[in-house]
């Protein structure tokens, strides 16, 4: 029970270290740890118990608390809220002194988390791959349309209002447990990521709890959805998930700004090192994906056993 804990922590944190950085996902690390469907699945569970407080049902509000997973939940909830804390003032730092080492190495973990995803598709059919070459080339044009977020713009909402936290957070939350579309480049493109990071390297918990609220009503509504497609339409969904990350990479090219522009530009400086970093982090993935592949098969036979 105490290692499976610490396991949710440190998957927590490594979630929490991506949902920071625009265009990696949270999502996208479940998916590599094997706990996605069964984050969401506890997510629903507790969102439908919020949803049955509300209406003053008890009985129903007991009975979907009993579903969530806490030994689970909650020590990810932990790790993830660590990282934020933790890593903000680093990742910031770095993605300003290295933007296109970090997008090489984003680069490349969103490469190796599209072949984890792909293998979870247990019928893979010629129409899952139409799904995700469809959806990946609209995502890819999509983020086109905002080619000029660099870094100077991030912060184009100065003194934003208190709902817009609100709004930020709902849609924000979404994006982050979605496989490939992150968190954090939402923020960038509504003008949100430099207010955001400023509330909480400052420690503003009247902004900080305002967000909080707009992401707890997002992942109350959105998980319900997801929830349901993926229990009705499984590998159609995981599909599309695969075309989210596959046309999200155009937001990672190194070239020419890093990771806050969706330009493509031609490679320069030290190419090498990027496509070393890039191909470095792709079998990380593929590692660590098989690796904790293993240890949920291990927590759910020890389950299974207790």
């Known amino acids: 029970m105490i290692r499976s804990a610490l396991l949710s922590v440190v998957r927590g944190f490594v979630m929490g270290a991506a949902d920071i950085v625009p265009g990696v996902s949270g999502g996208t690390i479940a998916l590599i740890f094997g706990i996605y ?42 790790g993830i809220l660590a990282a934020v804390v933790a ?3 680093i990742l910031e730092s770095l993605l300003e002194e290295q933007p296109v080492v970090m997008a090489a190495l984003f680069l490349g973990l969103v490469g190796g988390s599209i072949v984890v995803a792909w293998a979870l598709v247990k019928a893979q059919e010629a129409k899952h791959v139409w799904i995700a070459v469809t959806v990946g080339f609209a995502v890819f044009i999509a983020l086109g349309l905002r080619g000029g977020a660099t870094e100077d713009t991030v912060g184009q909402i100065s003194d934003p209002q208190l709902w817009a936290f609100f709004l930020a957070g709902a849609l924000a ?28 390297t400052s420690a503003d918990v009247l902004v900080l709890a305002v967000f ?15 929830h349901r497609a993926l229990t ?5 969904v995981i599909a599309a998930l695969v075309g989210l990350m596959a046309g999200s990479l155009r937001v990672l090219w190194p070239w020419p700004e ?40 291990d927590d759910h036979r020890a389950s299974s056993a207790a």
């Open 212 to 226: 909080m609220i707009g992401a707890v009503v997002g992942l109350a509504v959105f998980s319900q959805v997801l």
């Open 37 to 78: 469907e069964r984050l969401i699945a506890s997510i629903k569970a507790g969102s439908s118990a919020l949803g049955h407080f509300l209406k003053a049902d008890i009985a129903g509000f007991k009975r979907w608390m009993a579903r969530v997973e806490w030994l689970f939940i909650v020590p990810l909830g932990i």
């Open 173 to 200: 939350i979404c994006a982050m447990i979605l496989p490939g579309i992150s968190g954090s480049f939402i923020l960038v493109l509504l003008g949100m990521y430099a207010p955001l990071l400023t509330a909480v």
């Open 258 to 297: 890093g990771v806050f522009s969706t330009s493509i530009g031609r490679p320069e400086g030290d190419v090498l090192q990027a496509i070393l970093v890039a191909g470095a982090a792709f079998l990380v993935v593929i590692v660590v994906a098989r690796f904790a592949q293993r240890l949920e098969a």
């Open 87 to 89: 890593l903000a003032h």
């Open 232 to 236: 009705l339409h499984h590998d159609t």
